[in-house]
């Protein structure tokens, strides 16, 4: 069964500095997608990043970077610069594209998140 | 990017009522949608994942009689708790795939049973 775990449940990080946020996750299939997302206190979900597991390259976009290890399983957020305003729940998700090619059904899973609070 | 909206964004209801929250894709043809339950400071939990014009496909704990989803047009998909409990009281959110590998969320339902 797929898995995703991210074992920091509240992180601290001073404005400007740079912190990651750990992700790691357990799946048997070869073809599949990780994605990052951001939950603020209004309660939407905002799209940060996404790394397909045959992608060579970390993925970035803008202060967010993707620090993939394949063999490792892991998947862990980097906020460089961070700013009062990324304070909020971050959650790391997978998707199994295996599963579109098999059968119709197709899921996303999402880790327990991680709480971080950007200080002044 | 694509817009999602959920209606309603809240809803207050008395037990044993029928609660309807619809998510459409405003901009786009949505195949597949999922249905979040998320508990205050928990993470999302999948619900089931809702195909347009065939029956949804349950997580194992969901019961599909008390959660019962439709996903009758390529844009609109609704879930209905039927006969709503305190414990029914969460927030829902749903979420449509894109083209490739996006995901589009909306904005969440807020449901409150007293």
């Known amino acids: 069964a797929q898995k995703i775990t991210q074992t920091q449940p509240g992180m601290f990080v001073q404005e400007k500095e740079a912190v990651t946020l750990d992700c790691t996750y357990d799946?048997?299939?070869?073809?599949?997608?990780l994605f990052w997302y951001k939950q603020p206190s209004s309660g939407e979900m905002i799209f940060l990043i996404y790394?397909?597991?045959?992608?060579?390259q970390n993925a970035t976009e803008g202060r967010y970077s993707l620090n993939f290890q394949k063999a490792r399983k892991s998947a862990n957020l980097v906020i460089s610069a961070s700013q009062l305003g990324d304070s909020a729940m971050y959650f790391c998700?997978?998707?199994?594209?295996?599963?579109?090619?098999?059968?119709?059904?197709?899921?996303?899973?999402f880790g327990p998140g991680t709480s971080l609070s950007v200080i002044p | 990017g694509a817009v999602v909206s959920q209606h309603p964004s809240w809803v207050i209801c008395k037990s044993g009522t029928s609660v309807k929250i619809e998510c459409r894709s405003l901009?786009?043809?949505?195949?597949?949608m999922f249905w979040y339950r998320q508990f205050p400071k928990q993470s999302l939990m999948l619900m089931a994942t809702?195909?347009?014009?065939?029956?949804?496909?349950?997580e194992q704990g969901v019961e599909k009689d008390k959660f019962l989803i439709n996903h009758a047009s390529l844009t609109l998909s609704t879930l209905t708790v039927t006969s709503a409990h305190p414990e029914d009281s969460s927030f829902y959110i749903c979420?449509?795939?894109?083209?490739?590998?996006?995901?589009?969320f909306g904005p969440g339902t807020r449901l409150t049973v007293t």
């Open positions: 979420s449509a795939l894109g083209f490739s590998y996006e995901q589009y």
């Open positions: 799946t048997s299939d070869q073809s599949y997608g």
């Open positions: 790394q397909g597991s045959y992608d060579e």
């Open positions: 998700a997978m998707r199994d594209l295996a599963s579109i090619m098999k059968t119709s059904y197709d899921k996303v899973i």
């Open positions: 901009d786009f043809q949505a195949t597949t």
């Open positions: 809702s195909n347009e014009g065939s029956k949804a496909t349950y």
